[in-house]
């Protein structure tokens, strides 16, 4: 079991933003910028590609209904949107509010947030949808 898989069955805490019957949305526990959120298939599988087609382009319609809201709770330019996959063998998307290329550099020292701050973000993303 992975740890996201753990963290959709509750067996680990999260900072939820949404969940569906087949994904489910929390914040970046390492997170670059405020609101970074990962999207994960509640479907165990290690590469985001190797998803079957139907799985992710109803990932990406779920990921994008997350980007909305997290754009209306944080402000920045744009939602980047990232796969890297090379630490956690289960397909995920990363959902970064930014106002520059810059911010999308995963080399960048990550912000260091309360949990109450993090409860916080998650609270108002939620508030959005
Ligand atoms: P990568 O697989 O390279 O895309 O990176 C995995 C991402 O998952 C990193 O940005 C981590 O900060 C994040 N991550 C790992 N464990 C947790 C966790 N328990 N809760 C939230 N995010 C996590």
Redesign the pocket.
């Known amino acids: 079991m992975t740890?996201?898989s753990k963290?959709i069955a509750g067996e680990?805490p999260?900072y939820k933003i949404a969940e569906n019957e087949d994904f489910f949305a929390?914040?970046?526990?390492?997170?670059l910028a405020q609101g970074?959120t990962?999207v994960v298939p509640k479907m165990e599988v290690d590469y985001l590609l190797d998803l079957d087609d139907k799985t992710l382009a109803d990932m990406m319609l779920f990921a994008k209904k997350v980007g909305v809201a997290i754009k209306k709770a944080i402000p920045c330019k744009r939602i980047g949107l990232?796969?890297?996959?090379?630490?956690?063998p289960h397909a995920?998307i990363?959902l970064i509010p930014i106002n520059s290329e810059a911010d999308m550099n995963?080399h960048k020292p990550?912000l260091q947030l309360s949990a109450d701050e993090m409860s916080k973000i998650a609270e108002l993303i939620r508030s959005k949808f």
Do not use: A, Q, S
């Open positions: 740890i996201f963290i680990i999260c929390f914040l970046d526990i390492n997170p970074h990962l990232t796969v890297i996959g090379l630490e956690v995920h990363h995963f990550k």
